[in-house]
Each structure stands twice: as C-alpha cells, then as structure tokens.
C-alpha cells in the first residue's frame, strides 16, 4: 500500500509571555540560542528610542548576540497603535520564518500581542484634533477626568484600561466619538487571526511574593541607575507629551520632577505601580488560549530547560505530520 503524502509543515511561533520581571527576556534569549531564533519585541515602551533606564530593554549586547526586531525603532514623539504594531510584527514573523529561523515573540503589552495573532477590528481612522483637545484636557483636569468620559462612553473599555493609560484612553474615546458605539462592540466585528503558523505560547507565573521581590528591586536600580536624570533629559527634550513619560517608572520620576513626591515616595509609587501592572498582565494572559504555563523565572535552569523541551518536542510533532 503506498504511504500517504506528508501534509506541507507550518512553521512554528514561539510566544513568550508573562508578568513583568517574570524573565521573559531570558527565556527567549535562553530559546533563541538553542533554537537559531530571532526575537520579535511586544513591549510597547521599548520600541522607543532612548528611553532606557526605565524599560529594562535587552542589553546591547544581547541585541549583538541574538537579532532583535522592532526595539529602538520609534521616535519618542510618535505613537503607535496596536493594529500598526501588528502589522510590522507579522511581517517581521513571515520573514524570520524565510530565512529559515525561529521567531519568537517576547513582551508584556497584552493588547499589542492579541493585535498580533487574533487581529483587531478596522478602527476609525485617528483624529489629531480629538486628540489634542483631549490631551488638553488631561493637562487641565487630570487623567481620572479623561477615564470618566470613556467610563460614560464604554464601561467595558474603561474597566480594561486603567485611567493612567493616556494614549490608550484617548484612542478609546477616539473610536467611540467617531464610529459612534462602544469600542468593545467593534473588537467583535472584522478581525482577522494569524494563520500560517503553529503557534507554541510559553506562559511564565512565578510565586507571586518572589515577583513582587523582584519588581520592587528592579524598581530600586532603575532609580539608582539615574532614571530621574533620564527623565529630565528626555523631558527638555522633547516635552510633557512624549508617549513613554507616562509610562509605569517614568510617570513617578516626571511626579518628583513636578514636586509633587520626594524621591523615596516616588520609588515607593513606583513600585506599587508595577506590582499592579503585573495583576493585570496576569488577569489578561489567563484569557489567553492554549497557553503551556511554567511555575517559576525565566531565567531558572529548570524553566530555560523545560522550555526547550516543549519547543522540541512541537518541532517533533511537526516533523511527523
């Protein structure tokens, strides 16, 4: 009897995710070595260019050892939207996969990530006008003021976004004033998932009292290392508005620039806004489908080691379709 003729391969995505401080860099550089992979970023803040200190960015020399895509690559007065991102990120995917090597994608910014593989709905198109009269007001009245506006115009939305989420919060109301219903009803509506790819989603949870000890120490060295110079430099330079200011470490550098904390209660403000921003990756990665999830860091041996396991063993199963 003839044998059946093997189906064509997909090649594989490997996905990186987690809380942040959880190591997810390690583990995908720790992937990337074994593997001959290349690494897509899904942090939004680290796609900036010379916003450093506060980002925890691969080193140069980790970029130098193993090719790094879409870190670095915006300028700090630019803004980019989830679908844009997605747009890039798949390209830079199918690319990877020509050259004949493992991409893997690696970052903490959930929405980016779900633009990415299950694909967004076609949104308004943006309003610089809108924008700029909402960002006035934030100036004006505060971010909470902004959020109550979204929590009148779309409840889900507001309760997915927190208020200190300026662009994301402006982009909602955005879409609500101009399409004329709530955002959270569009997301159902003409998205378009990635296909082509078998797509291995490696989810890291460690012991939520040793994550804690880790960000709040991370936390400690960003300041030691010189963030509340970093920001003031980046401040004169580029103004109020930049995107990543309002991002988690740099927003409580710009509070103690302002005077309005001391560097002690900055650091402290800091941490607790990290510590909160990693419930929230978990709330939302929990939704994530298919997700083989790792008791401990990325940077653990064990963790690296059962990695590689599972990236072989889905290579494994490949081979034999």
Same mark, same amino acid.
């Given at each position: 009897?003839?044998?059946?003729?093997?189906?064509?391969?997909?090649?594989?995505?490997?996905?990186?995710?987690?809380?942040?401080?959880?190591?997810?860099?390690?583990?995908?550089?720790?992937?990337?070595?074994?593997?001959?992979?290349? !690494?897509?970023?899904?942090?939004?803040?680290?796609?900036?260019?010379?916003?450093? !200190?506060?980002?925890?960015?691969?080193?140069?020399?980790?970029?130098?050892?193993?090719?790094?895509?879409?870190?670095?690559?915006?300028?700090?007065?630019?803004?980019?939207?989830? &679908?844009?991102?997605?747009?890039?990120?798949?390209?830079?995917?199918?690319?990877?996969?020509?050259?004949?090597?493992?991409?893997?994608?690696?970052? &903490?910014?959930?929405?980016?990530?779900?633009?990415?593989?299950? &694909?967004?709905?076609?949104?308004? +198109?943006?309003?610089?006008?809108?924008?700029?009269?909402?960002?006035?007001?934030?100036?004006?009245?505060?971010?909470?003021?902004?959020?109550?506006?979204?929590?009148?115009?779309?409840?889900?939305?507001?309760?997915?976004?927190?208020?200190?989420?300026?662009?994301?919060?402006?982009?909602? !109301?955005?879409?609500?004033?101009?399409?004329?219903?709530?955002?959270?009803?569009?997301?159902?509506?003409?998205?378009?998932?990635?296909?082509?790819? +078998?797509?291995?989603?490696? &989810?890291?949870?460690?012991?939520?009292?040793?994550?804690?000890?880790?960000?709040?120490?991370?936390?400690?060295?960003?300041?030691?290392?010189?963030? !509340?110079?970093?920001?003031?430099?980046?401040?004169?330079?580029?103004?109020?508005?930049?995107?990543?200011?309002?991002?988690?470490?740099?927003?409580?550098?710009?509070?103690?620039?302002?005077?309005?904390?001391?560097?002690?209660?900055?650091?402290?403000?800091?941490?607790?806004?990290?510590?909160?921003?990693?419930?929230? +990756?978990?709330?939302?990665?929990?939704?994530?489908?298919?997700?083989?999830?790792?008791?401990?860091?990325?940077?653990?041996?064990?963790?690296?080691?059962?990695?590689?396991?599972?990236?072989?063993?889905?290579?494994?199963?490949?081979?034999?379709?």
């Amino acid at each position: 009897m003839p044998s059946l003729p093997k189906l064509d391969r997909l090649p594989l995505l490997v996905v990186v995710l987690g809380p942040t401080a959880s190591g997810k860099t390690s583990l995908a550089l720790a992937l990337a070595r074994k593997f001959d992979g290349e !690494i897509v970023n899904c942090d939004s803040v680290a796609m900036y260019r010379e916003f450093e !200190i506060g980002t925890a960015k691969p080193t140069k020399s980790e970029r130098a050892e193993v090719p790094h895509h879409l870190v670095d690559c915006l300028d700090p007065q630019a803004e980019v939207t989830a &679908g844009e991102y997605a747009r890039q990120a798949r390209q830079i995917v199918s690319e990877i996969t020509e050259r004949n090597r493992l991409p893997i994608v690696c970052g &903490g910014t959930g929405l980016y990530l779900r633009a990415m593989l299950e &694909g967004l709905f076609a949104g308004p +198109q943006r309003s610089d006008e809108l924008r700029d009269r909402l960002r006035k007001r934030t100036n004006e009245r505060g971010a909470e003021y902004l959020h109550r506006i979204l929590r009148r115009l779309d409840p889900t939305s507001a309760e997915r976004i927190h208020s200190n989420d300026i662009p994301k919060v402006i982009r909602a !109301i955005e879409v609500c004033v101009a399409s004329r219903q709530p955002m959270t009803e569009l997301w159902q509506q003409g998205r378009e998932s990635l296909t082509g790819f +078998q797509i291995l989603r490696l &989810g890291l949870n460690p012991e939520r009292e040793a994550l804690y000890a880790r960000i709040n120490r991370r936390a400690e060295q960003m300041f030691e290392q010189g963030l !509340i110079a970093e920001t003031e430099t980046l401040l004169a330079k580029y103004g109020p508005n930049a995107w990543p200011l309002s991002s988690l470490g740099y927003r409580q550098a710009m509070q103690m620039l302002r005077g309005e904390l001391d560097r002690e209660s900055a650091l402290k403000a800091a941490q607790q806004a990290h510590r909160n921003y990693a419930k929230r +990756q978990m709330t939302w990665y929990r939704r994530e489908p298919d997700v083989d999830w790792m008791a401990g860091f990325g940077d653990d041996g064990a963790v690296q080691a059962a990695a590689k396991a599972m990236v072989e063993a889905q290579r494994q199963r490949d081979e034999l379709t």
